[in-house]
């Protein structure tokens, strides 16, 4: 075991954390996760996707769901993936516009191939979301020596619109499992540029197949980071989660700790994976996390925690 400096980042203990939304049954391959939530006047809402195991389609809906307390989520909307096409569907990003509109970024894998590209619905209200027409924001390029695009994280800092986004080069077909974080920026949250890497990862750590930016927080002074990441092909789908503090440049993020900050407590026979973790501030201080987490059985569901605010960057211990 190793210590890692948490540098005030809220993160979730793994064992504490209260079930929101079950597995659609307890095989291995099938998920309830890939959380993204919204704390406002008062109410939470929360988007995520449910999958089934491959062959039996995979990725097949994006949801949106409400709640009062956080714990306890009522569906407001769904949006399938026939709507787009697509074979299947990752994690969404619920965002809420400075005029009050409701956007859901929406991640599509293209039929027969490993690409994938980016959504974007906007409605006037959550419910909304499930019959918004939808534009493409991110294509990525689905040509040799292409890329696919997933997982956005979305936020508006000073005016402006940046988004962190999951790529993965097409290069190497047995290789496609590779990812890096990419940066981009947008005036309107619908127009984006390619701004830089943010997150790459380093041979010979326990994340140096890939680094995928789950969350990215505003402690005030900084910008900081969680992610996901993995060693081998053979972690796919099995990530941990890792901490990573502000960069040269706004929008990145360098790597912090020699292993995992958070992981399943007690690894399942299929991984020890906790990812997509989502960290939402709450008005009067703390954190509410939202994440994915491997069960005994190989399944996957979706979990949240309260966590009170950190000021003395504590250290945990790590696989």
């Known amino acids: 075991m190793t210590a890692v400096d948490t540098h005030g980042v809220p993160l979730p203990d793994g064992a504490s954390g209260t079930v929101v939304v079950p597995p659609p049954d307890g095989r291995p391959g099938t998920w309830a996760g890939a959380p993204s939530a919204v ?14 195991p491959e062959g039996e389609g995979r990725g097949y809906a994006n949801v949106v769901a409400r709640s009062t307390d956080g714990v306890s989520f009522g569906v407001v909307a769904v949006v399938d993936k026939d709507r787009f096409a697509a074979e299947s569907l990752e994690r969404p990003a619920l ?9 859901l970024y929406v991640s599509c894998a293209t039929p027969g191939t490993k690409h994938w590209w980016v959504e ?93 930016v789950s969350s990215v927080v505003d402690l005030g002074d900084r910008l900081v980071a969680t992610y996901d990441g993995r060693a081998s092909a053979a972690e796919n789908w099995e990530e941990r989660t890792g901490v990573a503090l502000d960069g040269a440049a706004f929008g990145t993020f360098r790597i912090v700790g020699d292993g995992p900050a958070a992981q399943a407590p007690e690894p399942a026979r299929a991984g020890a994976g906790l990812r997509y973790l989502d960290v939402v501030a709450l008005p009067g201080g703390g954190y509410r ?18 966590v009170a605010a950190r000021t003395d960057s504590p250290l945990v211990d790590a696989a």
């Open 95 to 103: 965002v809420v516009t400075p005029e009050g509109r409701w956007r």
């Open 39 to 52: 704390h406002r006047d008062g109410v939470f809402h929360l988007a995520y996707r449910l999958r089934r």
């Open 120 to 212: 974007l619905l906007e409605a006037d209200t959550p419910e909304g979301l499930a019959t918004a027409p939808s534009t493409t924001v991110l294509p990525g390029d689905a040509g040799p020596g292409g890329w696919a695009v997933k997982d956005p994280v979305v936020q508006s800092h000073g005016g402006i619109w940046h988004l962190w986004a999951s790529v993965h080069p097409l290069d190497d077909p047995d290789a496609t499992d590779r990812m890096t974080t990419e940066h981009y920026s947008s005036p309107d949250g619908v127009a984006w540029t390619w701004a830089g890497t943010a997150l790459r990862a380093e041979a010979g750590r326990w994340d140096s197949r890939g680094v995928r």
């Open 289 to 306: 996390l939202y994440y994915e987490v491997t069960r005994a059985d190989g399944a996957h569901e979706l979990r949240t925690e309260a």
